[in-house]
């Protein structure tokens, strides 16, 4: 059956692909981010039962809009997926106040400002999917100019784990799904904070497609957390905690 989905940072990248993916099996679709020229060129590529709505993730107020139009033109919601997000590219001992905020707000408090906004229709419903974008950066933090981004992923994933729980045992058909991708193909490291002319995307990267696929399976399978590239994601995190001096010394040799 169709669901109604509201995706944030749909506008390239992650979210535009998986905007793609879900228009096409039929689903209802309200794209959010700031670029209105881009994103409404896509709404309508897409179709019409995909609609875009300007939104700037770091108000509070914008996210609540997005919130009221998305029930406003659709009466329900049935998955929220907070997607919009920004890396860095400063090590620790250069990072200004400034950077740590941005990071803050366009990581951590993005999706606070979603999951406030949705999950009381949610609980009103008694269901819901709400899904946060992270990153494998928030497990290992490897890539040590991501720095600060590391830092709110991680923080991204204890919001996450704990309005999981916190819903658990009274709204069991609420489901709170953190998405852990490695690199990705897209321009995100080119889109990041102080990113030098020729960023380019890590070897090894995943396709938007891929993950979008990912995400797309974690909608109709609910799960609590998922990487997006399992075989080599998983072994790298069992490796890292089962010793993570070791495995910060093996990045050396
Ligand atoms: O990034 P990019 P991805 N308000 O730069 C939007 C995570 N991730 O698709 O506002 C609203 O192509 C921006 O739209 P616009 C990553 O952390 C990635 O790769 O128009 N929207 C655009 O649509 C992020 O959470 C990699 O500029 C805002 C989108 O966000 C997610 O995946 C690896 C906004 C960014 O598109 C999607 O990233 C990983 C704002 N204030 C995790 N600021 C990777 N690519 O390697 C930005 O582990 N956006």
């Given at each position: 059956m169709s669901k109604v989905i509201v995706i944030t940072g749909a506008s390239q990248g992650i979210g535009a692909a998986l905007a793609r993916?879900?228009?096409?099996?039929?689903?209802?679709?309200?794209?959010?981010?700031?670029?209105?020229?881009?994103?409404?060129?896509?709404?309508?590529h897409l179709g019409r039962d995909t609609f875009a709505f300007t939104t700037d993730v770091t108000r509070r107020q914008d996210v609540n809009r997005l919130r009221d139009e998305a029930l406003r033109t659709f009466e329900n919601v049935d998955v929220w997926?907070?997607?919009?997000?920004?890396?860095?590219?400063?090590?620790?001992?250069?990072?200004?106040?400034?950077?740590?905020?941005?990071?803050?707000?366009?990581?951590?408090?993005?999706?606070?400002?979603?999951?406030?906004?949705?999950?009381?229709?949610?609980?009103?419903?008694?269901?819901?999917?709400?899904?946060?974008?992270?990153?494998?950066?928030?497990?290992?933090p490897f890539a040590t100019f991501r720095s600060a981004y590391n830092a709110s992923k991680s923080a991204l994933n204890a919001l996450t784990a704990n309005l999981r729980m916190d819903l658990r045992a009274d709204y069991?058909?609420?489901?709170?799904?953190?998405?852990m991708p490695g690199a990705v193909s897209t321009?995100?490291?080119?889109?990041?904070?102080?990113?030098?002319?020729?960023?380019?995307t890590m070897q090894g990267a995943q396709t938007p497609d891929e993950v979008a696929a990912a995400i797309?399976?974690?909608?109709?399978?609910?799960?609590?957390?998922?990487?997006?590239?399992?075989d080599a994601q998983l072994e790298q995190v069992k490796r890292y905690y089962s010793?993570?001096?070791?495995?910060?010394?093996?990045?050396h040799r």
């Open positions: 993916q879900l228009a096409a099996r039929g689903d209802h679709l309200m794209l959010a981010a700031r670029s209105a020229k881009e994103l409404g060129q896509l709404a309508r997926i907070n997607n919009a997000g920004r890396g860095i590219t400063r090590n620790v001992l250069e990072l200004t106040d400034e950077d740590i905020d941005e990071m803050m707000a366009v990581n951590v408090k993005s999706a606070l400002y979603g999951m406030q906004a949705i999950v009381p229709h949610f609980k009103e419903r008694g269901q819901g999917h709400l899904i946060n974008v992270s990153s494998m950066l928030s497990r290992i069991p058909n609420i489901h709170v799904s953190l998405v321009a995100f490291a080119a889109n990041s904070l102080h990113a030098p002319e020729d960023a380019v797309v399976d974690l909608i109709d399978n609910p799960r609590a957390e998922i990487y997006t590239n399992p010793d993570v001096g070791a495995f910060e010394a093996s990045m």
